[in-house]
């Protein structure tokens, strides 16, 4: 079933500046970045007629239409779908069957955050809200937070397959060797997992280096039909197949806290696709948490469900492993704005180009792409490739 | 007991409100639909499982098991400082529906999945009674 058939193509991606960017807005780094893709896609502003993107912080309600007028555009479609770090990942889907269905010709995909700047530099409680409306007054009040959300999955999955918190950290080590290879990255000197297990318990059993960063960072991605890119300034990357889901809002209504929807995305880009996980050269799994990616590759089938710890360990998925898995150094060392699904995207595609200098994955034709969104709430899979 | 320094409360609203008036009369209870025979929590105006609006109000035994647990060393809010390290549990109630709460009442370190466990309730303000758990 192959829907998408290498109609549409990633033309253009970028990175805003990261880490802590105090003296730029939101909106600046989402715009800059959005600059930068479209300049390596050989396109202008003026050729975006679908737009795609959402703040998920204060002052950026009505997202796309707040952006299209940042930034001087009217699209002719546009998209603000709201499903945590995983939307932009989804937007993928959303674009590729705009752009077939000759909705819109140039998708520009963006997001900006200024996740650290906006706490003052530290991360920490950001919540003083006192009342709460809607279900979230079944959470709330027992102080729940996103880390102990994750944490709660954690805990159920060790229970259940034994998994361990020396395997859980196998993923914080190899995540930080990749980052060590990437001079963007935000945390590049060597760990260990006694590194990681001695590292302050955040929510049992996360410490802090099974966490990810809190960051500033902008990222943007360009698509267009197929037949467009083969004109444009680099090789284009082509949409082999999407999938996309969400199970729960959250945490506590988690339909089984061992499993991601990235099962059912991930059976979708798989099979729209059609091609099979062995055929897979690199992976970028959104990795929130240790335990985000753990979960992701056993929802996703890379190995069977319960079986994800052995799967990671021996650092299989750090550089000289055979499963090179968040190559730029991902969410846990590179950056992590709050929703990082859009940096897997870029990753993957400049992998696929064999841009990526001392982290270039040999010969990679082939690139998974997972975003997890919420409280493990949602998931966006993409599957791309070199043409 | 006096409110502590502000701590996230809850704003009852059309689909909650009975929930929170039995709670202040330390009562636990869920909905059950009348037309799917399910149990569902939290409240909501109709039925997650068939969409119906049939629903009735029960009342719980209080007695679960913990199918889940974290021990929170950050506070999200200030208002949780004074309280660290403390329990967050997802509780498997006996009438078969499944909720959030904190296990109060013992040294988080004895807190394990499977563990049985009792409804106790916790004054908020003096509005709000909030429905929390102790070792059984
Ligand atoms: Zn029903």
């Known amino acids: 079933m192959e829907t998408l058939g290498r109609k549409t193509a990633i033309v253009g991606v970028a990175e805003s500046d990261i880490g802590r960017v105090p003296h730029k807005s939101k909106f600046q780094l989402s715009a800059e970045a959005s600059r930068l893709a479209l300049d390596d896609a050989g396109l ?68 900006g955050s200024t996740n650290i700047s906006d706490r003052g530099g530290r991360a920490g409680p950001v919540s003083s809200k006192t009342e709460v409306y809607g279900p979230m007054q079944f959470e709330d009040p027992y102080g729940i937070s996103i880390a102990s959300s994750y944490a709660l999955a954690a805990q159920r999955h060790m229970h259940e397959y034994g998994t361990t918190s020396e395997q859980l950290a196998e993923i914080a080590v190899a995540t930080r060797k990749w980052a060590s290879l990437n001079p963007k990255a935000l945390m590049r000197a060597p760990i260990t997992i006694e590194d990681v297990l001695n590292s302050r318990m955040v929510s049992s059993p996360l410490h802090v280096l099974d966490c990810c960063l809190v960051t500033d960072a902008g990222g943007a991605v360009v698509l267009t039909s197929m ?38 995305s991930g059976r979708l880009a798989f099979e729209r696709a059609g091609v ?15 335990i985000t990616v ?30 090179p898995m968040n190559t730029q150094g991902g969410a846990l060392s590179y950056t ?17 180009r064999g841009e990526c200098g001392p982290r270039q994955v040999k010969d990679a034709e082939l690139a998974l792409c997972n975003g997890t969104g919420g409280v493990l709430s949602s998931t966006g899979t993409v599957i791309l490739g070199r043409v | 007991m006096a409110e502590k320094r502000s701590k996230p409360v809850p704003r009852p609203y059309q689909d909650t409100k009975a929930y929170w008036d039995a709670a202040k009369e330390k009562r636990l209870i869920f909905q059950r639909c009348l037309d799917c025979s399910k149990p569902q929590f939290y409240p909501r105006g109709v039925c997650s499982h068939c969409l ?51 296990i109060v009442g013992c040294d988080p370190g004895i807190v394990r999945i499977d563990m049985p466990v009792k409804v106790v309730f916790e004054q908020l303000t003096p509005d709000i009674v909030l429905p929390k758990f102790s070792p059984a």
């Open chain 1, 44 to 111: 202008s502003i003026k050729d975006v007629d679908g737009l795609f993107t959402i703040i998920s912080t204060q002052g950026g309600e009505h997202s796309s239409m707040l952006m299209a007028e940042y930034m001087g555009i009217r699209p002719r479609f546009t998209d603000s779908t709201s499903m945590g770090g995983s939307s932009f990942v989804a937007y993928v889907e959303h674009a590729a069957a705009a752009i077939n269905a000759g909705m819109c010709e140039v998708a520009l995909i963006c997001h």
């Open chain 1, 227 to 264: 037949e467009r890119a083969r004109d444009l300034k680099k090789a284009p990357v082509a949409v082999l197949g999407t999938g996309e889901s969400h199970t729960h809002r959250m945490i506590s209504q988690m339909p089984d806290y061992t499993q991601t929807a990235a099962a059912i």
């Open chain 1, 276 to 290: 099979s996980h062995k055929d897979i050269d690199v992976a970028e799994i959104y990795d929130s948490f240790t």
């Open chain 1, 294 to 323: 753990l979960l992701t590759l056993e929802s996703l089938g890379f190995c069977k469900k319960g079986e994800g710890g052995p799967f990671v360990s021996g650092q299989r998925t750090a550089p000289g492993g055979d499963f």
């Open chain 1, 336 to 352: 992590h704005p709050g929703m990082f699904g859009i940096f897997t995207l870029i990753e993957a595609v400049r992998q696929l």
């Open chain 2, 52 to 102: 119906g609006s049939r629903l009735e109000w029960l009342d719980s035994s209080g007695r679960g098991k913990v199918h889940t647990f974290t021990v929170s060393y950050r506070a999200p809010h200030p208002g949780f400082a004074d309280e660290l390290p403390f329990v967050i549990a997802i509780v498997d109630l006996e009438e078969g529906f499944r909720m959030m709460s904190n």
